[in-house]
């Protein structure tokens, strides 16, 4: 079955700084890769999502790229804030095996004012 | 995006004794998952609901410790059956496939279990 490994497993930076986060996986199968935001006590929320044919999405301060022959994946957050302050989780899908998301083991990322 | 709910929020239950856990969805959607997530950790999928059908465990779970019903698309329930203190956790359903979207799929509040 799937594989995905995240790292690191913490990352502390100051306000204004980026912070990037790595994700590799094992099934070449895979084909869509989706990001989730986790806050303390709450839900996981999907923050952006990129799809296997497409090398880089990028939504106002956040970006993912893909690199399909290294099978890996990156969260780039760009001049972060304070409420960015959460754990962060990359997973993969093969949707032609039942849409089941294999998660990595999480970020939890820290914006320092 | 669809909104869910889940029932009870939180619960304090004893060992031995069974507890079912709610999803309702606002609108129909294609695929419903469940999921645990012990604290500090990441999430690990129990199962697939399926619509009028069985559902599909992942290694590790059995249909005998979390029975899962899905009568229709906009409603599953996972029963966490013979608790012990390991079985203490929080439990999410997530949906996908609802018109108009594409793979993403989306978290309901999830359900804090305690086994004492």
């Known amino acids: 079955g799937e594989n995905v490994e995240q790292h690191p497993s913490t990352l502390s930076v100051q306000e204004g700084d980026s912070a990037v986060i790595k994700c590799t996986y094992s099934d070449s199968a895979s084909n869509y890769f989706p990001w989730y935001k986790q806050e303390l006590g709450k839900r996981p929320q999907l923050i952006i999502d990129?799809?296997?044919?497409?090398g880089e999405k990028k939504d106002q301060r956040i970006a993912v790229t893909l690199n399909k022959t290294a099978k890996h994946f990156s969260l780039h957050i760009t001049e972060t804030q304070p409420e960015d302050s959460a754990v962060y989780f990359c997973a993969a899908i093969f949707t032609g095996g039942g849409n089941k998301l294999t998660f990595g083991t999480g970020t939890q990322l820290k914006v320092e004012l | 995006s669809a909104v869910i709910s889940q029932k009870p929020s939180r619960d304090i239950c004893q060992r031995g004794t069974s507890l079912t856990i709610q999803c309702q969805v606002d609108s129909q959607v294609t695929m419903m998952f469940w999921y645990r997530q012990q604290p500090g950790q990441s999430l690990t999928l129990i199962a697939t609901a399926n619509q009028g059908s069985e559902a599909t465990y992942e290694s590790g779970f059995v249909i005998d410790k979390f029975p899962i019903s899905r009568p229709n698309l906009t409603f599953s329930t996972l029963t966490v059956s013979n608790m012990s203190p390991e079985d203490s956790s929080i439990y999410l359903c997530?949906?996908?496939?609802?018109?108009?979207?594409?793979?993403?799929?989306?978290f309901g509040p999830g359900t804090r279990l305690t086994v004492t």
């Open positions: 990129i799809r296997s044919n497409v």
């Open positions: 997530s949906v996908g496939g609802a018109a108009g979207q594409g793979y993403e799929q989306y």
